[in-house]
């Protein structure tokens, strides 16, 4: 059987163009069982058990690709609904993970965080997109959790600094003068969304965030 089985593989490969190492589909497979059976010795047969083996073989194989056919449809049907989704979030405010903060044209910019203990007092350092210190906001005493401090768009010398995407820092202290953690947070409205490829994005502003970023929506 070991020779009806390589003289049967070197026939399916002159005549169907497959080169070793390449992956069977099914009609490969089936090729391969009838060139085997026409190729056998008339005075050795194949036994019964092995040409059931080789049909069950076949049957396994048409259904893992069934299967596989049903994944990558249940995979597009995901990713459409992924992006339906992301452009329901237009014009509706977004909280997502991150220290980036765009100044408004007018008025002033609310720098959002939350504080793991109460804070005696803190400062906010605004930073632009090199690393240089643009502006250190202080503020007072702030009680655990979700908090605010307005950034009014200047610089430390009264300037207003350039449109665009900034980020910030939260340095805060208890009564004590001991560190308290703080976790930055960035909110906006989201003003477009980039279905294009596998993973959506929004923006908001001019900043473009990825939308697994987004921790709540309001």
């Known amino acids: 059987m070991e020779i009806q089985n390589i003289s049967a593989t070197n026939s399916l490969q002159g005549t169907s163009g497959l080169a070793p190492n390449k992956e069977v589909t099914k009609e490969a497979f089936l090729k391969l069982l009838i060139t085997q059976l026409q190729n056998q010795d008339p005075l050795n047969p ?17 259904q893992l690709i069934a299967m596989n056919g049903r994944l990558d449809s249940m995979q597009s049907q995901q990713a459409a609904a992924s992006q339906i989704g992301a452009v329901s979030l237009i014009g509706k405010e977004v909280i997502v993970d991150g220290n980036r ?25 605004i930073k632009d997109s090199s690393g240089a210190l643009m502006r250190s906001v202080e503020f007072g005493s702030q009680s655990a959790g979700e908090q605010k401090v307005l950034w009014d768009g200047k610089d430390n010398l009264g300037r207003s600094v350039p449109p665009g995407v900034y980020t910030y820092e939260i340095n805060a202290l208890d009564s004590r003068g001991n560190q308290i953690r703080a976790k930055t947070e960035t909110r906006g409205i989201v003003s477009s969304v980039n279905v294009a490829g596998n993973h ?5 502003g001019s900043l473009e965030v990825p939308l697994s970023d987004i921790m709540s929506v309001r």
């Open 46 to 62: 194949m036994e019964n058990y092995e040409f059931t083996a080789q049909l069950a073989t076949f049957n396994i194989l048409d």
């Open 101 to 125: 903060v765009i100044p408004r044209e007018a008025g002033s910019t609310p720098v959002y965080f939350r504080l793991e203990s109460n804070a005696a007092r803190g400062t906010v350092q």
């Open 200 to 204: 959506p994005t929004i923006n908001i």
